[in-house]
């Protein structure tokens, strides 16, 4: 069973184009972290989002955490190539045992 | 500040085999966990650490053994090596998420890519 549901799994979209990856669970998180993997190197921390219906915004690219705090979304404005790479969602799982699990994310490739 | 060193790179091992991948950190940070990424799975969660002493299995430990002996290693043991094995393995640490300001936000090295054949 995967905690953290990621979709879309694959995306392709051209440079210029607005997208959005979500991640959802049935489990309340106390926050989620969003991370990017880039072929051949370990995943590396965007962002945190730590209150329920809060937006943070890093540059062109817009999380947002849901008001129940089980779910987020990752909006890229006029994305970029740069911004292609791996997507992934993870926060510290439900019972407060210090694991911090991921879901399988989200494979991003920006066409120029 | 070296971050989180990870070594070997890359490694093959035939079925059977016994190796250490090893993890240094040097940021001080309590917490310590070994995952696994395989194509398309995302990472999974092997073992992790509280503090130096302290291990505790995650998601997928069966294979695997770790030791905590001080803040800064957490090498991992992979015994009797299988085809399933075949991975890529990231070591990565965080402040305790306990700490105020922090969320548990993980820092990984760049990763040992293990071949069983």
């Known amino acids: 069973t995967q905690l953290l549901e990621q979709s879309p799994q694959f995306l392709s979209i051209q440079e210029g184009e607005n997208l959005t990856v979500y991640c959802n669970s049935s489990s309340v998180f106390s926050s989620l972290q969003w991370y990017r993997q880039e072929p051949g190197e370990g995943p590396v921390l965007l962002v945190t989002v730590v209150t329920g219906g809060e937006v943070k915004k890093l540059k062109r690219l817009t999380f947002q955490f849901g008001d129940a705090r089980k779910d987020s979304s990752l909006h890229i404005t006029a994305a970029q190539p740069g911004d292609t790479g791996l997507y992934l969602c993870?926060?510290?799982?439900?019972?407060?045992?210090?694991?911090?699990?991921f879901g399988k994310g989200t494979r991003l490739h920006i066409l120029p | 500040n070296a971050g989180v060193t990870q070594t070997p790179k890359f490694r093959i091992l035939k079925i059977g085999q016994s190796m250490t991948l090893q993890c240094a950190q040097d940021m001080n940070h309590n917490y310590m966990y070994w995952y696994r990424q395989d194509p398309g799975m995302g990472l999974k969660l092997i073992y992790y650490?509280?503090?130096?002493?302290?291990?505790d299995k995650g998601e997928v430990p069966n294979g695997y053994n770790v030791s905590r002996s001080t803040t800064e290693d957490f090498p991992l043991r992979l015994e009797l090596a299988a085809p399933s094995q075949t991975s890529v393995y990231f070591c990565?640490?965080?402040?305790?998420?306990?700490?105020?300001?922090?969320?548990?936000?993980?820092?990984f090295g760049e990763g040992s890519r293990l071949t069983v054949l």
């Open positions: 990565a640490s965080s402040v305790s998420p306990i700490v105020r300001g922090y969320h548990g936000e993980l820092f």
């Open positions: 993870a926060g510290e799982a439900p019972g407060r045992d210090d694991k911090i699990i």
């Open positions: 650490s509280v503090g130096a002493g302290i291990t």
